[in-house]
């Protein structure tokens, strides 16, 4: 038996080399506070997903069914997709963390785009693997970088579209380029969580690319637009044997019951979504406009949320605007560990949070 010096045990090489992520702060100063730091929805969720979840109480001593039929027959039939091809997950960062689990080891390299979704460099550092980044114009992914960047070594690229943090996206002509330039054993992953605010006549989640490529996945969370972020639930698309190795490396029950019926409830609610959508096409470019006017810049977003950038002296800047915000029942998003340090992230809210939000920075701006 070989014996080693260490005082504990030592987590596998490349794991202590993550910055964990930093989630979006609860709480704030003030009676009221406004929770504007993670994209959730400002609407709540659809009363028949609140039944749906309420009614599953009935019966917690039982295990889940741990194919979600039920859940994955309502996506399928939502986007007359097959089933089959459906892996859920509990938020789309268990099927993202999966997919890295799964095809991700040490020497193996995988590309995101500079401000891409930091959930993806703690997937691929996790296995070992190398992230490697590649440089974003005005905030944009670079599909010319992206794919300079594929090497020998290359096994996945995340590509969130629409991005979080900044809103923007690459129009699907785009998303068929880096596609038709990736070699065929290189895993594309479209992390498109925000795919249901987007109004845009070129976007495309990707659900076609799936559907006619062997090595696209698509991932999608009931956590922005359906307002279950509590619940934890996501879902892939993905093609038959993407499916059959995420269902083999998944947990036996990933999926909660509660979850299962609160989803496959909310799927239904379409009515529910066109509200989400319609509040978010309001507030979307009025809470945008108005940051505009006060002279900030405003990176413009297709999300539920803005990037927004501050003045870089110390009595403006995004660290005193946080801390300002924060004294006056505002939560914000800090952007430091994307590398933004002149910027917050603020999440559409509800109307009396957006008007409240907009007077509060231009009273920390006068
Ligand atoms: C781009 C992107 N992908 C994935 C997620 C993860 O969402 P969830 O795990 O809640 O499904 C988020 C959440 O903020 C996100 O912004």
Known sequence: MTMTSQSHPQPKPGILDI?????????????????????????????????AYRSAGDALELYPDGA??????????????????????????????????????????????????????????????????????????????????????????????????????????????????????????????????????????????????TNVVMTRTFSKIYGLAALRLGWAYCPAHVADVLNRVRGPFNISTPAIAAGAAAMQDQEFV??????????LPWLSNELTVLGLEVTPSVGNFVLVHFPLDDAHNAHAADAYLQENGFVVRRMDAYGLPGALRVTVGSEDANHALVSCVKAFLS
């Open 19 to 51: 910055s964990a992520y930093v989630p979006g702060k609860s709480g704030a100063k003030g009676a009221r506070v406004h929770k504007l730091s993670s994209n959730e929805s400002p609407i709540g969720a659809s009363a028949k997903a609140i039944a």
């Open 68 to 213: 979600a039929a039920v859940l994955r027959t309502a996506i399928a039939n939502r986007y007359g997709l097959m089933a089959d091809n459906i892996v859920c997950g509990a938020g789309s960062d268990e099927l993202l963390q999966l997919l890295a689990h799964a095809y991700l080891g040490p020497g193996d390299e995988a590309i995101y785009s500079q401000y891409g979704f930091l959930v993806y460099p703690i997937a691929i550092q996790s296995n070992g693997a190398t992230p490697v980044v590649a440089p974003e114009k005005d905030y944009l992914a670079d599909v010319d970088a992206i794919l300079a960047r594929v090497t020998g070594k290359t096994r996945m690229v995340f590509l969130a579209n629409p991005n979080n943090p900044t809103g923007r996206y690459l129009p699907f002509s785009e998303v068929k380029r880096l596609h038709a330039g990736l070699p065929a054993h290189v895993l594309l992953v479209l992390d498109a969580a925000y795919a249901e605010y987007v109004r845009r006549n070129d976007y495309e989640a990707g659900l076609e690319l799936v559907a006619t490529s």
């Open 274 to 283: 066109e509200r989400a959508i319609a509040h978010n096409d309001a507030w």
